[in-house]
């Protein structure tokens, strides 16, 4: 049997992280929007900060005492939980809704997809596809599958040493030669310069913060900036018409209900096609860490 004392602290802990989470995000946004920061490094070093300085600031000893709570917080967010709104309800009972949602959300529409699509098999692809995929840097033994599948799919999984690529049947009827080429040197593009193991390894801080908005928000975004990023590692001194035509091709094929998704191609196109410039060095490294040290220095206050 787990000691009370081990596991009592958890929700306020959890409650910390979503908070400074919260607070994090409304000054990062709203420095963000008034830079009017574009996609490139520096919006991906603030996303990952956000993910990430929560769990730190919330985790710091001592912060959870009532000494610390009555003489020194500049906010008891407990009072805040309390609070009445009608019929018996209170905050505490909205933040406990909010974040079961949040928890069956990333169940449904991040753990379990990438499970059926780990689990799921398919047939060889074609040999001159897998001899393309396999003839890039790194992918001399990457594996090459074809799902049965109509919708235009084309994405990579497995591990550094046994990379995987999946292409769907709907793809190599609907695509032409170059833009299965340039499809294939984006995802192989998220393979390159430690992109898959900042992704996994953020990915695994967003399940921490399942419960949460802005954790699932914010990935969400890191996600789209890696994606962009990817599509410049692609074209880079080639022409961008292929890998815009994919894109394009790939949001006619996507259900029009599904509105994020089509709006992260149409950014994602955006970009190619210049309509929106990419911009990697829009703030100084300095300047970010001076933002990250501010905030360590006001978030432990809030409990």
């Known amino acids: 049997m787990i000691p009370a004392a081990w596991y009592a602290p958890l929700p306020s802990f959890l409650w ?9 995000g409304v000054v990062l946004y709203g420095w963000a929007r008034r830079l009017r920061l574009r996609s490139g490094r520096s919006k991906r070093h603030l996303l990952a900060l956000l993910l990430v300085l929560p769990l730190l600031t919330a985790a710091i000893p001592g912060r959870t005492s009532l000494e610390f709570r009555e003489r020194r917080a500049w906010l008891d967010s407990g009072r805040l939980l309390a609070i009445p709104l009608v019929a018996g309800v209170r905050v505490s009972h909205v ?3 909010v974040g079961l949602t949040m928890v069956a959300l990333t169940l ?3 753990v379990l997809p990438a499970l059926r699509r780990s689990g799921a098999r398919g047939d060889n692809a074609p040999e001159p596809l897998a001899r393309l ?3 890039l840097p790194g992918w001399e033994r990457c594996a090459v599958t074809l799902r049965r599948a109509d919708a235009l799919l084309l994405a990579t999984g497995g591990w550094p040493w046994r990379p995987r690529v999946i292409v769907s049947r709907g793809a190599l009827a609907r695509l032409s030669d170059d833009e299965l080429a340039m499809a294939l040197r984006h995802e192989h593009a998220h393979w390159q310069q430690g992109r898959w193991a900042r992704s996994h390894a953020l990915f695994a801080v967003r399940l921490l913060q399942c419960y949460s908005p802005v954790a699932l928000w914010t990935f969400r975004e890191y996600c789209l900036e890696v994606e962009i990023e990817c599509d410049a590692a692609a074209v880079a001194g080639r022409d961008a018409r292929p890998l815009t035509r994919a894109l394009l091709a790939v949001y006619e094929s996507t259900d029009r209900r599904d509105v994020a998704a089509r709006a992260a191609l149409r950014r994602r196109a955006d970009v190619l096609l210049g309509d929106d410039r990419l911009d990697d060095d829009a ?12 905030l360590v220095a006001i978030l432990p206050w809030l409990v």
């Open 283 to 294: 703030l100084p490294v300095a300047t970010i860490a001076t933002a990250a040290a501010t």
């Open 108 to 110: 449904w529409q991040e």
């Open 133 to 135: 995929a396999r003839g």
């Open 95 to 97: 933040v406990l809704l």
């Open 16 to 24: 910390q992280v979503a908070l400074h989470s919260a607070i994090a």
